[in-house]
């Protein structure tokens, strides 16, 4: 296949493009410069609303990751309103664009994220649950419709909402480890809140299933079939990397620190299941949340 790949350089996009191109695929970087170096970039600035539509014709799919990191700061209006801007205002740009070719791609991979749900406590949460009514579960709602053009011209659209992604090179753990390393790690608030993580072989592997998949259409949850209490998950890095973890970091605390963003990214609780990808045959690499911590960091 041709695939145009969009946040091609993030912790997602940078492992997924050689392993398509291992594969066979013809893999194109959608990427925000302005002029494009060679006929493998394809330029496109969603700030500002335009995008090289001419370069997009003959894609056989496109999968769409591009998005500002939502944990990159303590978040302000300004930064909740980049966050925001850069999933709905990037998506709708593209998909309007791909709806206005003659031929248009068969398939679009569209992140989105399991922020959709909110905080759900212990309510176990598929495809088919309601959204909740925070601002990453507005987000997501508005991320999700905005690729509504391509769904309208005939192309089918996996929103893939992708839990928390576990990788030694960025995102939470990675962050986590330096703390966790030294001993410093602890359970966060309660405890009792659900991560519902996804190592990133996995997530690289759920796209791969998803473009060859033709049966699995809107939304699917991109995460792992065990999902773990903050608790359990502290406790089993400690006891992976062989460090105590006895020092918790009380709600309030996280509040102080990261405002809104500690409600929202640390305290909050979803358990999400990936039954679209069970349903559809896919096979986790890793289910279980010690084997994927060993794998990953090497133990």
Same mark, same amino acid.
């Given at each position: 296949?041709? +695939?145009?790949? @969009?946040?091609?350089?993030?912790?997602?996009?940078?492992?997924?493009?050689?392993?398509?191109?291992?594969?066979?695929?013809?893999?194109?970087?959608?990427?925000?410069?302005?002029?494009?170096?060679?006929?493998?970039?394809?330029?496109? $600035?969603?700030?500002?609303?335009?995008?090289?539509?001419?370069?997009?014709?003959?894609?056989?799919?496109?999968?769409?990751?591009?998005?500002?990191?939502?944990?990159?700061?303590?978040?302000?209006?300004?930064?909740?309103?980049? +966050?925001?801007?850069?999933?709905? %205002?990037?998506?709708?740009?593209?998909?309007?664009?791909?709806?206005?070719?003659?031929?248009?791609?068969?398939?679009?991979?569209?992140? @989105? $994220?399991?922020?959709?749900?909110?905080?759900?406590?212990?309510?176990?949460?598929?495809? !088919?649950?309601?959204?909740?009514?925070?601002?990453?579960?507005?987000?997501?709602?508005?991320?999700?419709?905005? $690729?509504?053009?391509? !769904?309208?011209?005939?192309?089918?659209?996996?929103?893939?909402?992708?839990?928390?992604?576990?990788?030694?090179?960025?995102?939470?753990?990675?962050?986590?480890?330096?703390?966790?390393?030294?001993?410093?790690?602890? +359970?966060?608030?309660?405890?009792?809140?659900?991560?519902?993580?996804?190592?990133?072989?996995?997530?690289?592997?759920?796209?791969?299933?998803?473009?060859?998949?033709?049966?699995?259409?809107?939304?699917?949850?991109?995460? $792992?079939?065990?999902?773990?209490? %903050?608790?359990?998950?502290?406790?089993?890095?400690?006891?992976?990397?062989?460090?105590?973890?006895?020092?918790?970091?009380?709600?309030?605390?996280?509040?102080?620190?990261?405002?809104?963003?500690?409600?929202?990214?640390?305290?909050?609780?979803?358990?999400?299941?990936?039954?679209?990808?069970?349903?559809?045959?896919?096979?986790?690499?890793?289910?279980?949340?010690?084997?994927?911590?060993?794998?990953?960091?090497?133990?």
């Amino acid at each position: 296949m041709k +695939i145009l790949i @969009s946040g091609s350089t993030g912790l997602v996009g940078s492992k997924l493009v050689p392993l398509l191109a291992a594969d066979g695929h013809d893999v194109a970087r959608l990427v925000r410069t302005a002029k494009a170096k060679d006929e493998r970039q394809i330029s496109w $600035a969603p700030a500002v609303g335009t995008i090289d539509g001419g370069s997009i014709q003959g894609f056989d799919a496109v999968v769409h990751l591009a998005g500002e990191n939502i944990a990159a700061g303590r978040w302000n209006a300004a930064r909740k309103a980049r +966050i925001r801007d850069s999933r709905v %205002n990037g998506t709708r740009l593209l998909c309007e664009t791909l709806a206005s070719l003659e031929n248009p791609p068969k398939t679009l991979v569209s992140a @989105s $994220a399991i922020g959709f749900y909110g905080d759900r406590g212990d309510e176990e949460l598929d495809e !088919r649950s309601a959204a909740g009514t925070s601002f990453l579960a507005n987000v997501c709602k508005e991320w999700e419709a905005a $690729a509504d053009p391509a !769904r309208e011209k005939g192309v089918r659209v996996i929103s893939l909402r992708i839990g928390v992604v576990l990788s030694p090179e960025g995102g939470a753990l990675q962050k986590l480890l330096t703390p966790f390393k030294l001993g410093a790690g602890g +359970i966060v608030g309660n405890g009792r809140q659900y991560w519902s993580w996804i190592g990133v072989d996995d997530v690289v592997g759920v796209i791969q299933h998803a473009l060859k998949s033709d049966e699995l259409s809107g939304p699917v949850n991109c995460v $792992a079939p065990h999902p773990s209490t %903050n608790q359990q998950f502290t406790k089993t890095l400690g006891r992976v990397l062989s460090r105590p973890t006895i020092f918790p970091l009380p709600a309030f605390v996280a509040k102080l620190m990261l405002g809104e963003m500690a409600d929202e990214l640390l305290l909050a609780s979803a358990r999400v299941l990936p039954k679209r990808l069970q349903e559809t045959g896919y096979e986790f690499r890793h289910t279980k949340l010690k084997a994927v911590l060993r794998h990953l960091l090497g133990k």
